[in-house]
């Protein structure tokens, strides 16, 4: 009877060794710790039981993505001014089995001068993204920037990255707006702008609006994303792009809830590809993620009790004075593979 328990108890070593090290659970602790690693808690990506050199490596990955700067003139006039905003939506799901799966919303905008940047007005305080969107007279939003965010308690009142609104630079890192850094431009014939660039950069290219995050997901048409998932793990996703004929498109994905575990950088740079999307970028995630449409907010936020977060700024779509809106549902979009 010992020797029977003395051999189950070493099978149980040898596969635990083999799981962790070497099968999935090894592909599951590097999951794990590109999630840890692209958030502001980078202090816990020691649980994973990884070694220094391995996380040092997906660490440099996040801090320093590939990335193209785009000049506008690569990209397509726009389309003009219409007398009627069709806005769409379309919900998208997707399951991959036992490794994750998703819920999300996406916005075509087919007017891009309609798309602009607005920040909190309120002193050292972020706003929620319904109130953004009110007091701008938007009828669509989108979390945009990043923000200081200690202990999960962050209030958005300290935004990170580049931020421009109505031509006006309203924060740079370090407030130096000299600083690179990944950001997303809309210049004002309405042609998205990304890359690596300073503030003063984007101004000088006639840039008027901005928001600061990364990594790009399409460049000029090609993907960025190459191999892999992107190397930032499963999480709640926000990210803007533009197709070649003007039209903005938003996506929101839900994560880290029972009905939707979240998207890797590669699933979101695929949806957008799919779409005719030729350049996209990634804005903050995680439970910032959040879509506005007309009045209520359509995405679920992963935020504590699914209550939308104070955000430093938003993406919106405001409407031009006495323009007709419609509101128009696309089929949605339900796949699974795997």
Known sequence: MKKRWRVLLLILVVFSVWFFSFGPGYQYRKLAAEMILSSQHRQLAWLTFLSPE??????????????????ADLISTPKQKQST???????????????????????????????KMVTSTTPNQGEQIQV???????????????????NG?????????????????????????????YVAGLTKDGVLITGFYSAHELIRMGVTDAGGFKPQLIVNGEKMIKKGNGGWGIAPRTAIGQKEDGT?????????????????LKDVQDLLYERGVVNAICMDGGSSSIMYLNGETITTPS??????????NAWVVIPDENQEI?????????????
Not at 54 to 71: S, T, V, Y
């Open 54 to 71: 391995e996380l040092k490596a997906i660490q440099e990955n996040i801090d320093r993505p590939a990335f193209k700067n785009l000049p």
């Open 85 to 115: 905003l069709s806005i769409e939506v379309e919900s998208i799901e997707r399951n991959y089995g036992p490794d994750h799966y998703f819920k999300g919303k996406i916005l075509y905008i087919p007017d891009p001068k309609m798309v």
């Open 132 to 150: 953004l969107a009110k007091k701008s007279g938007a009828i669509a939003a989108i979390n945009a920037n990043g923000f200081h965010d200690p």
């Open 153 to 181: 308690q962050g209030n958005g009142g300290i935004p990170l990255g580049i931020i421009i609104e109505n031509g006006v630079i309203m924060n740079a890192p370090d407030n130096n707006p000299d600083e690179k850094d």
């Open 248 to 264: 903005i498109v938003m996506i929101v994905i839900e994560g880290r809830q029972v009905q939707s575990l979240g998207a890797t």
């Open 303 to 312: 935020s504590q009790g699914n209550i939308s977060r104070f955000l430093p």
């Open 326 to 338: 419609k509101i128009v549902q696309k089929p949605s979009d339900t796949k699974s593979k795997g």
